[in-house]
């Protein structure tokens, strides 16, 4: 069985037990479980359900492992001019989720 999800403007395949990257988003105090309502597409043992373009009454479940940066990102201006160099750095940060289960709602 597995998913297709949409979260902040990505699309995720998502299988029961994967750990996932996602885009970081504010939790309420204590909470430990996300749900993810824009899906897609799920295939189970009863078939395949394609959304047009959300599958209405579909969900899947995720429990919080916590807060995570990504690689670092370095950007480099050089002109040819003496002492002419920029450096910038950048690392996203990410909520590190594992998939508990998936509600097809039908």
Known sequence: M????????KQYFLCQGDVVDIERCE??????????????LIKD???T????????????VAKVNGPVKGTKLKMLKFRRRKNSRTHKGHRQEY???????IHSGA
């Open 27 to 40: 939790l309420a105090e204590g909470q430990d479980t996300v749900e993810f309502e824009q899906v897609l």
């Open 49 to 60: 359900h394609v959304g047009t373009p959300i599958l209405t009454g579909a969900k899947v």
């Open 95 to 101: 909520l590190r989720v594992r998939i508990v289960e």
């Open 2 to 9: 597995y998913a297709i999800i949409e979260n902040g403007g």
């Open 45 to 47: 043992d009863k078939g």
